[in-house]
């Protein structure tokens, strides 16, 4: 009884987060349970196994920059290691293996930088049917949920409460994202929401951004975690003192899967940060 509450749950939940047609999602939620995953393991294997797994054709480094967000999961599995064990497995390509390993050598977080491809090769029925790129195991290797939890909520509880996370917060995961606020520069969204992507498309965001003080800021920095965001006119912008202006920039969804990206902008007035959030998914119809 609990495996069709579990299956209709998970069903449900990827269904808001992918909007595929129920048919074909069910088809591959079926075809990916079969699937039995070799990880390397010590000699305690736990009862469950989180994998985030970043192909090459994936953005390695935003996914890297991101896993401040699986903090929690992190403290769990070293609180309770006969629980769980996460896999973080980053397989990129050779142009960005540098970058990966440059990023990946502060020992910050422990992850497995997949640079010969051992993850695919050891799971060929997975690289055949890479639906999903974040999924639970139990004991034996096999998925029981999938799916990323990381903009769901209902999926995100349901992760914890099957690996058995009590007494935690109710918060879902990005609400615990603290983003940097400076008065004098002040957005008029926290995160903004694109919604559902299609792989290849280019979309045009507006950042409507006050300057609360009274004098001339100008915006001194711009960057984002991502390089699939084009800062557009927002470096060297200047917002007369009281106004709002708006900000011009584009997202080029180059990378398949659920994505939070954070833009940082810094103003001549304070020298400090503000940063803002974009968070959707982008979709690949032919997987």
Known sequence: MMRVSLYTVVLMSL?????????????????FQKIRFELPSDSLIPEHRLVVFYAPE??????????????????YAAIHPEKLRNYFIFS??????????????????EV?????????????EYAGNRRFSTFLLD??????????PLFNEALYQLYRQTIGM????????TDAVHLAEDPSLVFDRRIYDLGVLPLGAVTEIELVAENTVREDIVITEASSTCPCVDIGNALMK?????KSAVLDLSFSATYAGDFFY??????????????VALQGAVRDEDL
């Open 15 to 31: 269904l808001m987060i992918s909007g595929c047609d129920s048919y074909r999602l069910k088809r591959d939620i079926v075809a």
């Open 112 to 124: 497995w930088l997949d640079s010969a491809g051992r993850f695919l090769k050891d799971n060929p």
């Open 262 to 275: 954070v833009l940082s902008f810094t103003n001549s007035y304070s020298g400090q940060v503000t940063e």
């Open 166 to 173: 009590e007494g935690v917060s109710d918060a879902g995961m």
């Open 139 to 148: 004991s034996s290797g096999k998925a029981v949920l999938m799916g990323d």
């Open 238 to 242: 200047r917002i007369p003192a009281g």
């Open 58 to 75: 994936a953005c390695n480094s935003c996914g890297y920059n991101n896993l401040y967000l699986w903090e929690e999961m992190m403290e």
């Open 92 to 109: 990129p390509s050779r142009r960005s293996l540098e970058e990966m390993v440059a990023l990946t050598s502060d020992g910050r977080y």
